[in-house]
């Protein structure tokens, strides 16, 4: 059930409805944003109380996509849940695990080798139970998502950080870590903060060099990398509607860049036109049947100050191109001031690669506007001076620019087309370079830019800017060149300018495609087997966690007070560790070696009660669980900050760990471990951190009566025969006592299924 028209259909039939009520109980005009959120509200939420920012309110997806790095996790632990097919609607990407070196095929070929293992468990796992399969090839997840699922009015979550690109067809999409998306697959409420709201006001038309994604670089300027942050940002105004979708999906996409929940554009002409050209003409005429509901309320138009909690306007007939870098997506240039800035800052004023792709900026529009300038290079006689790498966003868009004629012109110039992949963006990159600790600058049309991100050398300076100017730079093959006024010497040696790039919103003869390279999956998973090896180290199926023994916690050991600092990474380090994130005791063995431990200032050396040695945390865990003791984590301020990665609080679980006492926690990671079934404790008294000695013996007393807004006690026996008890608090509500109870949030819905009331 990856594609359910009869789930779209019921999200229209209620719109109305839910619309009218919550105007009621909102008392005012609406945003687009607050339709689509109010329509998704879970059917337990009874709260009246939406203030933004400040609540925390339930909600029912309508579906979940996932990307093949993340995936894995999420999956391995909705296994967990017991059911036989996934909750709503879902499909698994292969995009991340693919790098680009030499071309498409032998790249493809490659990857297909090399995690043979991992696509195999995707494939097997997502037949087995209902979920839609995009083999590697098929294209990165979120022009995919946007092909084929996106829908306006809808909600979906989306295991990785851009998958607020379908905002570009009117859905509210927002990223979360897997335990989210594990959670709605597995039929539970999906929470999030309600969200401020910014508004985007669009005037004038783009014309020239100008490209929706210079819309997002100006607004990257102007807001920063943090000044989305828990906010939804609705675009709107004629501009808005002039844009097509997959121009919108660019703007929405790389909202993710200013730290937007999510960004989002109201149902028009644009969005029903690509429904229709992606084969939805069906999706396009419902859509249009509930209009007035999928755009923001009249009033909100006339005087969008007093409805969004920011309005920011501007003019596309103004909007210059722009390229943003290095080092951060908001460090925003308009063309024209970009050479200065180049010569300013002695930025390496030689392009050695430009590169096109992403899920930015991989459209069929984005393609052929470049490829303009390619046909260009081919007629005027110019050939690329950086090396220029083009990646498709998906097989349909890159089987119908071949088709159409446009992949040719690249390989006259000197491009190489890459795999349907995210490749160079999330650095799946083979880069030959002569020196690795070099300046040198790159330019892409990806959306992140940061140090190290796509080739994971320091000194590689990379600039965002759309893919028609990346196109131009790679002819120039110089970063003062400025395509709006300057010429460039052929190989004829003739000065010759480029004219203003032309493109197709939509292919004119219409989408087509051999192999999408989708897999549906069975009607009936049952008889299907999950394919993961006993040997294998990348993937590893899980048990359930184990219940609570139903008394307080005795005799547990310090594993560790950390001191300062304690974030995801602290606790669940990345980079090569990724490579384990579907095996979860492999992937344990990172356990808390970036934190520091505040008896010794070191990382990763802590105290083996039993031996009296010092060693790594992790092994020191595994001793105490061989042993059948029971450890605490002791912790600081904002325990747990950073990503949602659930690997932070399955490790220590896994490991034996039985309670994080903290001074405070960040609130994401908090709700992952009692999701996990641990206890996430805080200091009633902060000051009490300092008693915790390198030797303590620790119980936790009062589970037996464990009640919300109750607080527990924790003793410590010191090694010299006295003790301390200290009042804990905890934000357990009595949901989340039977998950504790239980073991695992999983493991009540796992009773549930097996024995339906
Ligand atoms: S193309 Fe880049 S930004 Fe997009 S999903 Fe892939 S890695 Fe993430």
């Known amino acids: 059930m990856a594609f359910d028209i009869e789930m779209i259909k019921k999200v229209y039939e209620d719109l109305p409805g839910k619309v009218a009520h919550a105007r009621q109980v909102v008392g005012r005009p609406l945003t687009l944003a607050e339709k689509i959120l109010f329509a998704h509200l879970h059917p337990s939420m ?57 071309g498409a095929a032998e790249d493809l070929s490659t990857a297909l080798n090399s995690n043979k293992e991992v696509f195999e468990f995707l494939a097997s796992v997502s037949n087995k139970y209902g979920i839609g399969f995009w083999k590697p090839g098929a294209g990165i997840i979120h022009q995919v998502v946007l092909e084929n699922y996106a829908f306006p009015g809808g909600m979906m979550i ?23 998306a594990c959670d709605v697959m597995a039929g539970l409420a999906w929470e999030l903060k309600w969200p401020k709201l910014i508004g985007i006001k669009l005037t004038g038309r783009m014309s020239g060099w100008t490209a929706s994604k210079d819309i997002i670089l100006k607004v990257a300027g102007i807001l920063t990398v943090k000044g989305g942050t828990g906010a939804i940002v609705e675009y709107f105004g004629d501009g808005a509607d002039s844009l097509s979708a997959t121009g919108k999906a660019t703007i929405c996409n790389m909202g993710a860049e200013i730290g937007a929940t999510c960004s989002l554009f109201a149902y028009d002409e ?74 300013t800052n002695n930025w390496p004023e030689k392009l050695e690669v430009a590169l096109i792709g992403s899920c930015t900026n991989s459209s069929y529009e984005d393609i052929s506007r470049s490829v303009s ?7 005027k006689n110019l050939k690329t001076k950086s090396e220029f790498t083009i990646s498709p966003g998906s097989e349909m868009v890159r089987y119908t620019v071949e088709k159409d004629g446009l992949l040719q012109a690249y390989d006259v110039m000197g491009g190489v087309v890459m795999a349907n992949a995210c490749g160079p963006c999330i650095g799946q990159w083979a880069r030959h370079i002569d020196d690795p600790n ?58 010759v300018k480029l004219d203003e ?36 180290q990348r993937l590893q199926l899980l048990d359930p966690f184990p219940e609570w023994e139903g008394t307080d916690l005795h005799g547990l050991r310090l594993l560790i007070k950390a001191k300062g600092k304690c974030t995801t990474d602290h606790i ?71 990503s949602s990665r ?112």
Request: aromatic letters at 8%.
């Open 46 to 102: 009874d709260t009246k109380n939406f203030e933004r920012g400040k609540n925390y309110v339930d909600f029912a997806p309508d579906r979940v996509a996932m990307q093949d790095a993340t995936a894995q996790m999420a999956l391995l632990q909705f296994m967990q849940a017991g059911r036989p097919q996934v909750a709503v609607p879902s499909t698994v990407h292969c995009d991340h695990l693919i790098q680009a070196k030499v």
């Open 158 to 180: 989306g295991t990785d950080s851009h998958t607020p690109n379908a905002g570009g067809l009117g859905m509210i999409a927002i990223g979360v870590g897997g335990a989210d």
């Open 270 to 343: 644009k969005m029903g036109g690509y429904l229709r050209a992606t084969d939805r003409a069906d999706v396009a005429e419902l859509a249009s049947g509930v209009a007035e509901h999928l755009r923001p309320d009249p009033e909100v138009y006339a005087s969008p100050e007093k409805y969004y909690d920011q309005v920011i306007e501007i003019n596309l007939d103004e909007l210059e191109p722009h390229v943003n870098g290095p080092f951060t997506p908001d460090l925003a240039w308009p063309i024209s001031k970009f050479a200065d800035a180049v010569r």
């Open 373 to 379: 300038i390619a046909h260009q290079a081919v007629e």
């Open 438 to 495: 070099r300046k040198n600058s790159i330019i892409t049309s990806f959306n992140r830019n940061f140090a190290k991100r796509n080739d994971s050398y320091a000194g590689t300076h990379a600039f965002v800017a759309s893919p028609e100017i990346v196109t131009a730079f790679a002819l120039a093959g110089d970063l003062t060149f400025n395509p709006l006024t300057d010429t460039l010497i052929n190989e004829d040696g003739k000065a």
């Open 501 to 536: 790039p032309k493109g197709f919103e939509l292919p004119p003869h219409g989408f087509s495609v051999e192999d999408a390279g989708y897999q549906a999956p069975a009607e009936n998973g049952e008889g299907v087997e999950v394919l993961v090896s006993p040997d294998s």
């Open 572 to 642: 669940s380090m990345a980079g090569p560790w990724l490579k384990f994130r579907g095996h979860l005791d492999n992937i344990s063995n990172n356990m808390l070696i970036g934190a520091i431990n505040g008896f010794n200032d070191s990382i990763d050396k802590v105290k083996n009660q039993l031996t009296g040695e010092y060693g790594p945390v992790p092994a020191t865990a595994r001793a105490y669980k061989a042993a059948g003791i029971g450890t605490i984590v002791v912790g600081d301020e904002n325990y747990g900050e950073g």
């Open 646 to 757: 659930e690997h932070a609080a399955m490790e220590p679980r896994h490991l034996g760990v039985r309670a994080i006492l903290v001074k405070s926690f960040a609130r994401i990671h908090e709700t992952n471990l009692k999701k996990q079934g641990m206890l996430g404790l805080t200091f009633a008294k902060k000051e009490d951190y300092d008693l915790v000695q390198e030797d303590d013996v620790i119980d936790i007393v009062g589970l037996t009566s464990f009640t919300p807004g109750v607080p527990l006690t924790v003793v410590l026996h010191h090694a010299d025969g006295t003790e301390d008890r200290i009042s804990v608090n905890h934000t357990y509500n009595e949901q989340q006592i039977e998950w504790f109870k239980a073991g695992a949030a999983l493991n009540i819905i796992r009773r549930q299924v097996l024995q339906p009331a």
